[in-house]
């Protein structure tokens, strides 16, 4: 029998979309899987880049939609990379922030929710803060081996319940209640 979702997740990003299923799953959301690559603009705002995208997904969908744009902000390289965060990832990796790093190590990691349907479009943000590890901690994706969150003595890659602390969690968690209350 075809399963029936109540809105998509729209991303080339498997990582992603797993935690943001499983964390919906607990507000009792079904979320379906729209793979797709979608055209980023150049934007310092990572709200802008995702709201963008958001509207993308629904018009090649049609259906209940929501897109997710992360960034990864270091306090003492003034939030860079910020909404460079995948492409710097993509060119330098884990290995390069290290390397740009001495002794101040302040991050945040920033998650913009932005969903679309076909009455509206709403974005919710939230972020993680904590700091940048010493070395690569981990076999987490992305950032995850190189982020420990405040309070927390592991990386997200070491943490079993990254799901209850992330960025994303909390930015789901913003969606959810907005969307149980509309
Ligand atoms: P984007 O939203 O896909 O542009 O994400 C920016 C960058 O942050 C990409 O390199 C992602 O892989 C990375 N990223 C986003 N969320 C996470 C996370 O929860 N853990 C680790 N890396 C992440």
């Known amino acids: 029998m075809p399963q029936s979702f109540d809105l998509f997740f729209a991303s080339s990003n498997n990582h992603k979309f797993k935690e943001a299923k499983k ?6 959301i079904n979320l379906g899987f729209f793979r797709c690559n979608l055209e980023e603009i150049q934007s310092d705002s990572l709200k802008e880049i995702a709201k963008y995208k ?3 997904a629904f018009e090649k969908l049609r259906k209940p939609v929501i897109v997710e744009d992360d960034g990864l902000f270091i ?8 909404p460079y965060s995948s492409y ?3 060119t330098i990796g884990n290995k390069g922030i290290l390397n740009l790093l001495k002794q101040k190590r302040k991050a945040s990691f920033v998650s913009i929710i932005s969903y679309h349907d076909k009455n509206s479009q709403k974005s919710f943000d939230s972020k993680s803060i904590g700091t940048i590890s010493k070395k690569i901690i981990g076999k987490g994706w992305g950032y995850d081996p190189i982020f420990i969150p405040s309070n927390y003595k592991k990386t997200f890659a070491q943490l079993k319940n990254k799901n209850e602390v992330s960025h994303r969690f909390k930015a789901l ?5 907005w969307y149980f209350d509309s």
Do not use: H, M, R, W
């Open 23 to 28: 964390i919906l799953e607990e507000f009792s």
């Open 54 to 56: 958001a509207t993308q």
């Open 75 to 82: 306090d003492s390289l003034n939030g860079f990379p910020g």
């Open 88 to 90: 710097v990832f993509k």
């Open 173 to 177: 968690k913003k969606f959810a209640s």
